[in-house]
């Protein structure tokens, strides 16, 4: 009887021992013993951070001590940004009381339902789009803010991130602007302003870690919450991150190719019926594309993972949100940037290969630290892909949330809409040239116009919206001569320009 009940018991044991110690068949099984060990960060701060699609939208029925996150942003990376330093309050201590900061992430667009007299902490992410043109979606905020004339905000603590591109002369100026504008009505600069170039992430993590530092010591009063988020982002119009499935109903080609040389240019057209959509000649739509599966297949080669590996969907997913987790093959084919390496994940892969030449490549590469003065390491980023980089620390295995976490998320593009809404209100038209490029002697392909050219069939649909450019359009003087220059536009723009033109005309 014994014999029996220790060799039931000495099975039991080597199947949980088994079931610990494999793996489904990838380097990142979630089930394995290894897997479990690799967990990197405090599990206790994990917990604390609700990874839910609806994490951002937090209502609080608890007193707390209130802290408004806004973003101003263009293109998503203010938006990242927010809500990055959104989950980065998880990790701060209760206070003496056991009140715990409560941060709340609103777009600007949404300033009106703030209550300035009720706000104690503005962390402001703003962007500044080509030469100092605010963010389409701010553009009320930051009418209100610099108009503002009896308001005063001596009661508020401030600190400023400002996102630009220091190619042009206005760096970072809507940034600059409301900074200096929040000094002026006497608000406290918690921190001073910090501006990043084209996402310098040393930079912005820099901002992040020296606010989480101060905050704490920022007298805030304990108290309910006033500000309900389900009533701020109850807009259900379609937007960037909410796009409308659009159906692709023309594709053709627009060009012959006779030599290398000759591009290759395609017209795609949309349809918008039922969306609720508008746009105006000069307006752009923005496409959500897809990588290119064989891309996928080879950094999932790299990572020696199979792709049915279930991870969380990333911070910038747009919606709909995913139900839960899903397969790794599918978040590189939607949600991750291949093209576009982050210098995080360069000293990612340098601190957990194996390899000693890989780690005495990487510490050269990241001698200088990650900001673009490191000449030598923003170099490498740019004539390399993650395939590149990842195929460079072959014997990197970090565990691979972590690895997600540094790669960078893959941003919609954005076309010159290429006709007029006063021939068709229900219809916009692409033309774009297809991108088809060799690096290191192998052929690649760029992501959004071979998507459309290559993969997206006429009658299926893909995520767009309607990028507004009210800088971009013809004089309201139906009469007046114009004379059109296309320095970076190419012609798409002026064709939407010239139907509407002809339809005024004749």
């Known amino acids: 009887m014994w014999l029996y009940l220790l060799c039931g018991v000495t099975l039991l044991i080597a199947y949980v021992l088994h079931t610990l110690l494999t793996t489904s068949g990838s380097s990142y099984g979630g089930n394995s013993l290894e897997a479990f060990i690799s967990q990197e960060g405090n599990l206790a701060t994990d917990k604390m951070i609700d990874r839910s699609a609806d994490r951002y939208l937090v209502n609080y029925t608890d007193a707390g ?10 293109y998503g990376c203010s938006e990242e940004v927010a809500k990055k330093l959104f989950e980065s309050f998880a990790s701060l201590p209760l206070d003496g009381s056991g009140a715990r900061l409560q941060p709340r992430l609103v777009n600007a667009r949404q300033h009106s339902a703030v209550d300035w007299s009720q706000e104690s902490v503005l962390l402001l992410v703003i962007s500044t789009s080509g030469d100092g043109v605010p963010p389409t979606d701010a553009r009320d905020f930051c009418d209100w803010m610099l108009g503002a004339q009896d308001m005063e905000m001596s009661h508020l603590h401030y600190s400023v991130l400002a996102l630009g591109d220091s190619n042009y002369p206005h760096f970072c100026w809507t940034g600059r602007s409301l900074d200096k504008r929040l000094t002026d009505l006497a608000a406290n600069q918690l921190m001073p302003r910090s501006d990043v170039d084209q996402e310098d992430w040393s930079v912005i993590d820099s901002w992040i870690d020296a606010v989480l530092d101060v905050l704490p010591a920022v007298a805030i ?12 982002s109850s807009d259900q119009s379609y937007n960037r991150t909410r796009p409308f499935m659009a159906t692709m109903t023309v594709k053709r080609r627009l060009t012959v190719q006779e030599t290398e040389e000759d591009k290759e240019t395609i017209h795609c057209e949309f349809e918008l019926a039922g969306s609720g959509l508008t746009f105006t000649a000069g307006d752009a739509l923005g496409i959500y594309p897809q990588n290119n599966p064989t891309e996928v297949r080879a950094v999932l080669t790299a990572l020696c993972a199979s792709g049915t590996e279930l991870v969380e969907a990333p911070s910038w997913v747009y919606q709909p949100l995913p139900a839960g987790k899903i397969p790794l093959e599918e978040a590189l084919l939607k949600y991750y940037d291949l093209k576009h390496v982050n210098p995080e994940l360069v000293k990612l892969l340098t601190k957990h290969t194996s390899d000693k030449k890989e780690r005495v490549k990487g510490e050269r590469l990241l001698k200088d630290g990650l900001s673009k003065n490191n000449i030598i390491l923003w170099s490498y980023l740019h004539s390399h892909e993650v395939i590149d980089v990842l195929k460079s620390f072959h014997r990197a295995r970090p565990p691979l949330h972590l690895l997600l976490s540094k790669m960078k998320g893959l941003q919609p593009r954005y076309y010159s809409i290429a006709s007029s809404p006063v021939l068709d209100p229900e219809k916009a038209s692409v033309t774009a040239a297809v991108v088809r490029y060799s690096l290191h002697g192998i052929s690649r392909t760029g992501v959004t116009t071979t998507y459309l050219q290559d993969r997206l069939e006429v009658d299926q649909s893909c995520p767009v919206f ?8 013809l004089p309201s003087n139906k009469d007046l001569s114009i004379i059109m220059i296309g320095p970076g536009t190419g012609i798409a723009p002026f064709m939407a320009f010239i139907q509407e033109r002809s339809e005024f005309l004749f």
């Open 466 to 473: 309607i990028s507004h450019n009210p800088d971009f359009r």
């Open 65 to 74: 001590k209130q802290v408004l996150v806004m973003f101003g942003t263009e």
């Open 221 to 232: 009063e304990t108290k309910l919450d006033y500000l309900s988020l389900d009533t701020v």
